[in-house]
């Protein structure tokens, strides 16, 4: 591997690693609890940047097996991909519910206690 493609592989690791924690995020014992929105949004901005960061491997490593119309469309579609975790991954930190776990309300408890829900 030539020096000047070291920094971006090593980008590409790091957001291969993020998406890995997206979406392990849910099955943590902090956000086991959270809502289906926060469960959803973690596991779907994960696989975009795991899709993602392989779609931008192939193309930075593997570019010369590539047809021209191949190339096109892996650069689209992991472009839109890099979008797609981008925005996931802010709407997560931005939400309340990731720096405050939801607990589960003390009605819900109850109810699940007497066996009628």
């Known amino acids: ?9 090593i980008g590409l690791f790091g957001i291969a690693v993020v998406g890995i924690w997206l979406v392990a995020l849910p099955w943590t014992r902090k956000y086991r609890r959270s809502s289906r929105w926060f469960r959803d949004v973690a596991v779907a901005g994960g696989l975009a940047a795991l899709l993602s960061s392989g779609g931008h491997s192939l193309l930075l490593f593997r570019a010369h097996h590539l047809s021209r119309v191949t190339f096109i469309e892996l650069q689209i579609i992991s472009f839109v991909l890099g979008g797609m975790w981008m925005g996931f991954l802010f709407s997560l930190l931005f939400s309340a519910e990731f720096w405050e776990p939801r607990r589960p309300s003390h009605w819900r408890t109850h109810m699940l206690r007497k066996r009628q829900v």
């Open 1 to 9: 591997m030539r020096a000047d493609l070291a920094g971006v592989a």
